[in-house]
């Protein structure tokens, strides 16, 4: 039994002690991946945001996403900020 238990304590591989700045350089590891994996989630969610937006317009225009008029959609996109307060609360449904 002791030679199973020298074995497993050969394979084994001794935990080396970091040090602080071994310790800082892990960590400012760790969080750069992090930050990453966040960004690149709020992207993601930000992406699908926008296709869920373009086919309630083309849903609101009655056609297919490839049919969309796009310079009409902007034209009246850039008359919202012209509009009177009360039709902005009238077109919003």
Same mark, same amino acid.
């Given at each position: 039994m002791s030679d199973i238990s020298d074995k497993e304590q050969t394979r084994k591989k001794p935990r080396i002690k970091k040090t602080l700045e !071994? !310790?800082?350089a892990s960590a400012q590891m760790r969080l750069n991946?992090? !930050?990453y994996k966040s960004k690149k989630e709020a992207k993601q969610i930000e992406t699908r945001q926008k296709i869920i937006l373009g086919?309630?317009?083309a849903k609101a225009l009655d056609c297919d996403v490839f049919t969309v008029d796009k310079d009409l959609v902007l034209g009246m996109l850039?008359?919202?900020p012209h509009l009177?307060?009360?039709d902005k609360e009238r077109f919003k449904r």
């Open positions: !071994q !310790q800082l991946r992090l !930050q086919a309630e317009v850039l008359e919202i009177h307060p009360d």
